[in-house]
């Protein structure tokens, strides 16, 4: 077991995981839960400083005495849109927690939360540690970017849901959009011209086929599909936004080529489709060598509390991305598991948030006792 005198106190953890989850904070909504968590800091002696965002969000940091940071935990407060609005709070079934953003990530915020108040209360100060708690993940990651622009760290842990396995790999992420345009006019006489919609499903088996048979290393889903709100007419329009999720040395830029010469193809032997293609969102993936004072830390402690040590990669897109992008080496650990995020009865195990909770407390302390 850990040092009596570095321990978590599962109760306040509770207490907290609840209120965070009983909080309704969607991607641009976040305001309540940082008032809320604000205010949970500053009473339990920490000093807060807000960084400002936009107008209305920030990120809520704590930060060490020096400009030192060798270290920072980072969460994110925002979730996904609520599935049932009259139904999305906190609730208990054995050791499962349940509530919207439970896993992603209420869960590893409450432990990070939980860890930095500890190290504080227990007298363990002036570490080169800090606190990040941004907003806006689930959308564009307009916390993360704000963050790298005012702070640089060489190390993050982000608690994303990875089951309390270190992710050292993370997957990248091509965000496409398609759209589709044709002639409106009468339903009756939609045979008359090209109906987008139409288009629309032929190109997206294209798409699929040409995935699933040339890369199917690559997690492709159709996130929306729609079109424009005509009533009884053929539509002039149909927009269609694809997920893909490639693994960490996938060729990014290959992978776009070939769609964009996939859409040149269709046009081609189509003359009369209209359509065009645009990558919203490019994020390549990455992977980090388990090695290095960090890594041997982690190890450490994993054999400590006769935890298995197998890393994973990370499979969806985060702000992890983002922070590689911006010179950050990060590492995702937290608890939950990722299939169990933004689903209707999202839950997280509170055992593993306690775990977790109490790794990132060794690791802090660790990380002031010099390793970097």
């Known amino acids: 077991m850990s040092d009596p005198a570095f321990t978590i106190q599962p109760q306040r953890l509770r207490q907290l995981l609840r209120r965070l989850i009983d909080i309704y904070s969607p991607s641009g909504k976040e305001e309540e839960l940082l008032e809320f968590l604000q205010s949970y800091l500053k009473r339990h002696g920490l000093r807060v400083v807000r960084q400002p965002v936009d107008d209305y969000r920030h990120n809520l940091l704590v930060l060490p005495t020096t400009d030192d940071i060798r270290l920072a935990l980072i969460g994110h407060l925002d979730t996904v849109a609520a599935h049932d609005l009259e139904d999305y709070g906190f609730s208990e079934a054995g050791d499962a927690v349940i509530g919207l953003g439970a896993a992603d990530m209420k869960g590893g915020c409450a432990a990070m939360v939980e860890a930095f108040v500890s190290l504080h209360q227990q007298g363990c100060t002036g570490l080169p540690v800090a606190l990040a708690l941004v907003v806006g993940e689930e959308e564009d990651g307009d916390g993360a970017q704000r963050l790298v622009k005012d702070y640089h760290f060489p190390w993050t842990i982000i608690g994303e849901p990875t089951d309390l396995q270190p992710c050292f790999s993370h997957y990248g992420y ?12 009468h339903a009756s006489l939609a045979n008359m011209g090209q109906n987008p919609i139409n288009a629309m499903l032929q190109l997206l088996l294209r798409f699929s086929h040409h995935l699933e048979g040339r ?29 893909n999720h490639l693994p960490p040395a996938a060729a990014v830029g290959e992978i776009m080529l070939e769609l964009e010469e996939l859409l040149a193809r269709e046009r081609q032997e189509n003359p009369h489709l209209d359509a065009t293609l645009r990558f919203a969102t490019i994020h ?13 830390a982690l190890k450490t402690l994993y054999a400590k509390y006769a935890l298995p040590w197998k890393p994973q990669e990370f499979r969806s897109h985060s702000d992890a ?9 990060p590492i995702l650990l937290g608890p939950g598991q990722l299939e169990k995020a933004h689903a209707a009865d999202e ?14 407390l060794d690791l802090l302390t660790t990380v002031g006792s010099g390793v970097s």
């Not at 199917?216 to 694809?242: D, H, K, M, Q, T």
């Not at 839950?347 to 990132?360: G, T």
């Open 215 to 243: 890369r199917p290393e690559v997690v492709y889903n159709i996130r929306e599909l729609f079109s424009s709100r005509a009533g009884f007419v053929v539509p002039e329009r149909c927009e269609a936004w694809l997920d």
């Open 347 to 360: 839950s997280v195990s509170f055992r593993q948030v306690c775990l977790a909770a109490q790794l990132y």
């Open 284 to 296: 390549s993936g990455y992977q980090i060598p388990e090695k290095g004072a960090l890594a041997e």
């Open 174 to 185: 091509l965000e496409v959009q398609l759209a589709t345009r044709g002639r409106r006019i």
């Open 321 to 329: 991305s983002l922070l590689w992008a911006a010179g950050v080496k």
